[in-house]
């Protein structure tokens, strides 16, 4: 089972690099997972993860990317509310590499 | 041997380091238009292994064995053997009819993917016909596996028949050409079910069996989230159209249709586009229509492990739900699976369905429906919003070797083909060996859609990117149309993989959607 050094501690992950236990979240979490695809997470991104959490606490899954995609519009502009934005931000799509920062799990069916 | 071997390491220890599942990543065929059979490489993908469940709350639930292997897996193995030969008489028919002619050796996808002997479909049904003809014949219990070309059981046979029935798709394009119409489908959701008895069981296909009986849809979604979700499809119909009284209803008793689909209908890209279209659809024929929290999903896993109790137990909500809201037809959505449970299995298990209206007895497809909206005129469409592709159609694997559609032996080539002209000025088919009964299948069916097995996917969609490609060069094709959630969730990861663009791929109501015309409504 791959983990994750943070702070002195193991956090496990999944085969996939999803958090095993969603409560070891934290932003420190999110920062060291980024760093190791050599991303550096700033506030656009942090305004993606935020919402992905709060969407989560709320109804228990990721929110669908059109729901995601009009929530940063309506937060970043016109411009940033589109689909290859978000790209732009997760290059391995919003949906995988956004919601593993946010500590989401992996959703699962036809998907 | 194999005693002095337990002494160290259990059979659970054993087979663990056999079936380990290590991240590989694959590398896609050079395209060029042709399918050719590739030479045969011994072992080529015997490291691709699914990965296997271990949430024990989820294993006790589905009344699978919570701590991998069991100790006497060999008796329990047998006795489930035994079990599924006696109750699915296909299977021991299986076993005994093969006269190994070779007709289906270059016919699976993800053989000619491979390159690995095991995927020719003879020899994946051979790993069960060793075992059956060892412990299941006379000669072979006389005296024993030499004499039958039999095999006994070990921990290494397991680690075969963990790692090749999970490189089948069971989409059953072998039994088109097998003589005596073998199903290799059959055997291998058979053999899925007897590694899940001895506690080999597959994370990705049964957390999915798990989260459709206990939540109500493969996705997990909650019903406060799946009505956020219809709901934000909703106000954006409305906003967009500027029309207030198009509607995503939710669980609105006495409507005429219950609508079900998969839930990656209301979460995924390109699925959610299709919704789109079954909205617009249901608004212009005026007809009264429903989705349903509780038959939140129209996909059915129980199918693909061959546990017809789990498939009963999915499929029972659709019927349920029915029931409660008092509707009087069923419609399926864009699912491969969904409509081939929907339309050959649900009248054994829930039928007859004397509740419903007599002049829709059975469950319909969506394409049916709206094909039939478009023969009557009942629909205003303006094709030349499509003239920006041309389209092909992928046939789904268990839709085109399904029973029927709209009553009809092969209305499910030419129903959404009807539904695709009807909407786009340009429809090009692909080579004829590569669809309709001969489709070849996404390369992701039945299970095998998790990310552990993108070694597989990738290899498994070069037939189809073949032919996809071919119908590009020669006709500038550019859009391939689907009518299944896997295939649209495959498809659109495979595209880019094999360098061509994501939004090439996309539901049939999806085209539907671009060409509809809301508002006039006579005619209807």
């Avoid at chain 2, 059956?132 to 006994?152: A, E, I, M, N, Q």
Wanted: glycine share 8%; aromatic share 10%.
């Amino acid at each position: 089972m791959p983990t994750l050094e943070f702070d002195g501690k193991q956090v496990d992950l999944d085969e996939d690099g999803y958090l095993t236990n969603l409560d070891d979240w934290s932003e420190g979490v999110a920062s060291t997972l980024a760093e190791q695809d050599g991303l550096n997470l700033e506030d656009s991104h942090w305004e993606v993860i935020r919402f992905l959490r709060d969407y989560y606490q709320q109804y228990q899954i990721a929110p669908m990317i059109k729901i995601l995609v009009k929530e940063i519009k309506k937060k970043m502009g016109a411009d940033k509310g589109n689909t290859k934005y978000l790209y732009q931000l997760f290059p391995d799509g919003p949906a995988k590499q956004a919601c593993r920062y946010a500590g989401l799990p992996k959703p699962t069916g036809c998907v | 041997m194999a005693d002095e071997k337990t002494t160290t390491d259990s059979p659970n220890d054993v087979v663990q380091k056999l079936v380990h599942f290590e991240k590989i990543k694959p590398k896609p065929a050079e395209l060029t238009g042709e399918i050719n059979t590739p030479c045969i490489s011994k072992n080529a993908s015997f490291d691709w292994k699914v990965q296997l469940l271990a949430d024990k709350d989820q294993l006790n639930h589905l009344g699978y064995p919570a701590d991998g292997l069991i100790p006497n897996w060999k008796e329990v193995f047998l006795k489930k053997m035994d079990e599924m030969l006696n109750k699915y008489r296909s299977v021991r028919l299986f076993m005994d009819i093969c006269v190994r002619c070779g007709a289906c050796t270059d016919k699976c996808h993800n053989f000619l993917g491979t390159g690995d002997p095991y995927n020719m479909p003879v020899a994946r049904a051979e790993l069960m016909r060793k075992v059956y003809r060892r412990y299941f014949t006379w000669p072979g219990k006389l005296f024993g596996s030499k004499l039958v070309d039999g095999v006994d059981l070990t921990e290494e046979v397991l680690a075969l028949w963990h790692t090749y029935y999970y490189q089948c798709t069971e989409c059953r394009r072998c039994s088109v050409f097998c003589p005596y119409g073998i199903d290799t489908a059959e055997i291998t959701m058979a053999a899925r079910e007897i590694l899940n008895s001895v506690g080999l069981v597959q994370k990705y296909l049964h957390e999915i069996v798990f989260k459709a009986q206990t939540i109500g849809n493969n996705l997990g979604m909650i019903p406060d989230a799946v009505v956020n979700a219809l709901e934000f499809v909703q106000d954006d119909l409305q906003e967009e159209l500027e029309i207030e009284d198009i509607r995503i209803p939710i669980d609105e008793e006495g409507a005429e249709v219950l609508f079900v689909t998969p839930s990656a209908d209301f979460f995924a890209s390109p699925h959610i586009e299709s919704l789109y279209g079954y909205a617009k659809v249901f608004y212009q024929a005026g007809i009264s229509w429903t989705m349903s929290t509780k038959a939140s999903e129209g996909g059915n896993f129980g199918l693909f492990i061959h546990n017809y109790e789990h498939m009963k137990k999915i499929n029972s909500r659709i019927w349920e739900a029915a029931k409660e809201l008092k509707v009087k037809r069923v419609i399926g959505g864009e699912c491969g699976h969904m409509w081939r449970v929907l339309s050959s299995y649900s009248n054994t298990m829930f039928g007859p369905f004397d509740h419903l209206d007599p002049k829709y007895p059975r469950p319909q497809h969506i394409c049916e429906f709206t094909l039939d909206l478009l023969n009557r005129g009942a629909l205003k469409i303006d094709k030349s919003a499509n003239d920006d592709v041309v389209v092909t159609m992928h046939d789904s694997c268990q839709v085109a070797r399904g029973m029927e559609m709209g009553g009809h032996p092969e209305g499910q080539y030419d129903i959404p083909r009807g539904v695709i002209k009807g909407v786009c000025n340009r429809f090009v088919d692909m080579p004829q060996e590569t669809i309709k009964e001969r489709t070849y299948c996404c390369g992701a069916g039945q299970g095998l859609l998790g990310d552990d097995m993108m070694p597989i996917r990738v290899k498994g969609a070069m037939p189809r990117m073949q032919a996809y490609s071919a119908v590009k060069k020669s006709d500038g094709v550019n859009f391939l149309a689907l009518i299944c959630a896997i295939c649209k969730a495959q498809l659109s990861k495979m595209l880019p993989t094999y360098g061509f663009a994501m939004e090439e791929a996309g539901g049939v109501h999806q085209l539907v959607a671009k060409a509809i015309v809301l508002g006039a409504k006579e005619g209807v």
